[in-house]
């Protein structure tokens, strides 16, 4: 199986703030990579599809790059709203990351 | 409106069977992948099978097959996840979620809001 790994796991940040998470491959996966934003008592929400392509009505502050094992979940200005839990998630063989908990600091 | 609507949270007893419900309705149901993600307390979220409502095409992800069973009641636009024997460690929260036709991959891009099911003696 194909194994995300997600870093860090946990973030704390301020308002304003530029921030990236990382996701990790085990193997290649072109670019069938897709992010979540999870808040609590929610269901996930996609955020960024074929590891850079901004899920309608998104924010343009979220940006996602990167191909083959190594990937990119930029936050440009942080706002209130975005602090959540991400998820990464590989769409070849069905996985998800970890996780990455960003907390106000 | 498209949307997945779920049905509602379970209390059962370890041994019991258990079937819950993902209802979608906005869009044609047999055209797209509906797929089950377990999330345990306080944990993160786990991949656990998919099904094309369509012909029933169903995939479980290893570390849940032979654990539960998903099928799909295509002339109601329903899918379904059940349990023969739940145990404890089934006590989670439990979504269903569209695969749409973004590419390449195609994202799960509609959640249904979650069924917590709990497991209790």
């Known amino acids: 199986d194909i194994q995300l790994t997600q870093s860090p796991s946990f973030l704390s940040a301020s308002v304003g703030d530029r921030v990236t998470i990382t996701c990790r491959a085990s193997?290649?996966?072109?670019?069938?990579l897709a992010w979540y934003q999870q808040k609590p008592g929610k269901a996930p929400k996609l955020l960024i599809y074929?590891?850079?392509t901004l899920q309608s009505g998104v924010p343009s502050r979220f940006s996602g790059s990167g191909s083959g094992t190594e990937f990119t979940l930029t936050i440009s200005s942080l706002q209130p709203e975005d602090f959540a839990t991400y998820y990464c998630?590989?769409?070849?063989?069905?996985?998800f990351g970890q996780g990455t908990k960003l907390e106000i600091k | 409106e498209v949307q997945l609507v779920q049905s509602g949270a379970e209390v059962k007893k370890p041994g019991e069977s258990l079937k819950i419900s993902c209802k979608g309705s906005?869009?044609?149901?047999?055209?797209?992948?509906i797929g089950w993600v377990r999330q345990m307390p306080g944990k993160g979220l786990e991949w656990m099978g998919i099904?094309?409502?369509?012909?029933?095409?169903?995939r479980y992800s290893p570390s849940f097959q032979g654990q539960v069973t998903i099928s799909a009641d295509k002339s109601i636009s329903t899918a379904y996840l059940q349990w023969s024997s739940l145990k404890a460690s089934d006590t989670a929260m439990y979504y269903c979620?569209?695969?749409?036709?973004?590419?390449?991959?195609?994202?799960?891009?509609?959640w249904g809001q979650g069924t917590m099911v709990t497991v209790s003696s």
């Open positions: 074929a590891a850079s």
């Open positions: 193997q290649g996966i072109s670019s069938y």
């Open positions: 099904i094309y409502p369509g012909d029933s095409d169903t």
């Open positions: 906005g869009y044609s149901f047999t055209s797209y992948w």
């Open positions: 979620a569209r695969r749409g036709e973004q590419w390449p991959g195609g994202a799960f891009d509609i």
């Open positions: 998630q590989q769409l070849n063989r069905v996985t």
